[in-house]
């Protein structure tokens, strides 16, 4: 239920224009001010790190909108978990999308054809979000990027409030679809905790209105309230829903948050460890999962990262996870690159060529082989789909590549009649 209109330029140009200086990065929760702006870009470009924050200054984001959306260069695209994984999904010929977040004109204008927005859903004014991209090697005073990435941000109140969701679960009686797929509550992080725990407990009791028949996938996205992820994974949602999508700093993320495997690891170090990904992976199906004595209907993760993606199904939920998370990877190298197909002198490998698939239990040692690059293991009755990425040696637009990959992955993947 998350929709806007994506502002997406060059990060260092932005600040340049806005006339701030270089200097130290440093984390901040939610940015109250252009100064804290330029210290979390700094932070995170020098980490190579994706990040989404909360503006909290109304006035100061309008004035910073602007510059942007009027700068150069600037590129105005549909934004939104939601919208960018319905637009993807759009693409397909024979399907219909209906969503609901908040859409102003220019996001209308930007939408597919095949996207249905029910009049609810509609409003004045555009919700914007600016999407500070870096490459890498890029400097900005002393900060040089390991890798090409962005900083997201916004001040974005009707996506935060989750506005939309009872417009939507209201919609799909009538719609009657074959997949829910929901997206934004990352959003809600720029409420205070009450009015954040109230309409965490509403979005539960919508959740739990839409038909148990029709699969639900839940699209994470940059958290830092451990609580509010806690929360959301305990008690609230992750029961509710059959799948979720999420990157590697989700995931980290979501194991610090509930004291998991791996939890004391502060950060990842270059590309994340195949086997404290899959340790984590595990965990979260085992404690959280649909198992005989859980009353939970998860049964499904699809984990992305820049150098490969693995597909983790409890068994007899789920089919035809290998085409599932191989057409992933091709919609993340297409994507990323701009083209139609794959082409071979664009992209490279950055994923591990042997790796153990637990750092915690035995384990098996994988070398991947070219000719099959789809590696299948197996724990405990759950299955693990592993494949690497080719990676684009000059991304043209790395916003929504997540979102990408989780529909195409979506797209391919066979839920089995419960």
């Known amino acids: 239920v998350n929709a806007c209109v994506d502002v997406v330029l060059s990060g260092v140009k932005l600040l340049e224009a806005l006339g701030l200086e270089p200097g130290d990065g440093k984390n901040h929760a939610v940015l109250n001010s252009r100064q804290d702006l330029?210290?979390?870009?700094?932070?995170?470009?020098?980490?190579?790190?994706?990040?989404?924050?909360?503006?909290?200054?109304?006035?100061?984001?309008?004035?910073?909108?602007?510059?942007a959306s009027e700068y150069p260069g600037a590129q105005l695209y549909v934004g939104g978990n939601a919208a960018l994984i319905g637009q993807k999904l759009a693409t397909n010929p024979d399907l219909k999308i209906l969503l609901c977040g908040p859409v102003g004109p220019k996001l209308h204008e930007l939408l597919d054809d095949n996207v249905v927005v029910p009049a609810e859903s509609m409003?004045?004014?555009?919700?914007?979000?600016?999407?500070?991209?870096?490459?890498?090697?890029?400097?900005?005073?002393?900060?040089?990027?390991?890798?090409?990435?962005?900083?997201?941000?916004?001040?974005?109140?009707?996506?935060?409030?989750?506005?939309?969701?009872?417009?939507?679960?209201?919609?799909?009686?009538?719609?009657?679809?074959?997949?829910?797929?929901?997206?934004?509550?990352?959003?809600?992080?720029?409420?205070?905790?009450?009015?954040?725990q109230r309409r965490l407990m509403e979005a539960v009791a919508s959740i739990s209105d839409i038909p148990t028949d029709i699969p639900i996938h839940l699209e994470l996205a940059s958290m830092t309230d451990q609580d509010f992820?806690?929360?959301?994974?305990?008690?609230?949602?992750?029961?509710?829903?059959n799948s979720i999508g999420l990157n590697e700093q989700e995931l980290l993320f979501l194991t610090q948050s509930a004291s998991g495997p791996h939890a004391s690891?502060?950060?990842?170090?270059?590309?994340?460890?195949?086997?404290?990904?899959?340790?984590?992976?595990?965990?979260?199906?085992?404690?959280?999962?649909?198992?005989?004595?859980?009353?939970?209907?998860?049964?499904?993760?699809?984990?992305?990262?820049?150098?490969?993606?693995?597909?983790?199904?409890?068994?007899?939920y789920w089919g035809n996870q290998v085409a599932a998370v191989a057409a992933g990877a091709r919609a993340a190298g297409t994507q990323a690159c701009a083209t139609e197909t794959i082409d071979t002198s664009k992209v490279f490998l950055?994923?591990?060529?042997?790796?153990?698939?637990?750092?915690?239990?035995?384990h098996s040692k994988i070398s991947l082989n070219p000719d099959e690059p789809v590696v299948h293991w197996h724990r405990e009755g759950i299955s693990f789909h592993f494949t690497p990425v080719l990676v684009c040696k000059d991304p043209v637009r790395t916003v929504g590549l997540g979102d990408a990959i989780s529909a195409e992955g979506l797209l391919y993947s066979e839920a089995y009649p419960q």
């Open 38 to 67: 330029k210290e979390a870009f700094a932070y995170f470009m020098e980490k190579g790190a994706a990040a989404e924050r909360f503006f909290s200054d109304a006035e100061s984001f309008h004035h910073i909108a602007q510059t």
């Open 123 to 196: 409003q004045e004014r555009d919700e914007f979000h600016l999407i500070l991209e870096y490459q890498a090697g890029e400097e900005w005073g002393q900060v040089r990027a390991p890798n090409a990435n962005r900083f997201i941000f916004s001040h974005d109140l009707s996506n935060g409030a989750l506005n939309m969701l009872e417009v939507f679960v209201s919609s799909l009686d009538e719609f009657q679809p074959d997949l829910v797929v929901l997206s934004g509550l990352h959003m809600m992080e720029g409420q205070s905790k009450e009015m954040r």
């Open 229 to 241: 992820m806690s929360n959301i994974m305990h008690q609230q949602v992750f029961p509710l829903v």
């Open 265 to 316: 690891l502060a950060s990842w170090s270059g590309v994340p460890d195949v086997g404290v990904v899959s340790d984590i992976l595990f965990w979260i199906l085992k404690e959280h999962g649909k198992t005989a004595d859980q009353a939970s209907d998860l049964t499904r993760i699809h984990f992305h990262t820049l150098a490969y993606h693995i597909l983790v199904t409890v068994d007899g």
């Open 350 to 362: 950055k994923a591990p060529l042997e790796f153990v698939t637990s750092q915690v239990e035995a």
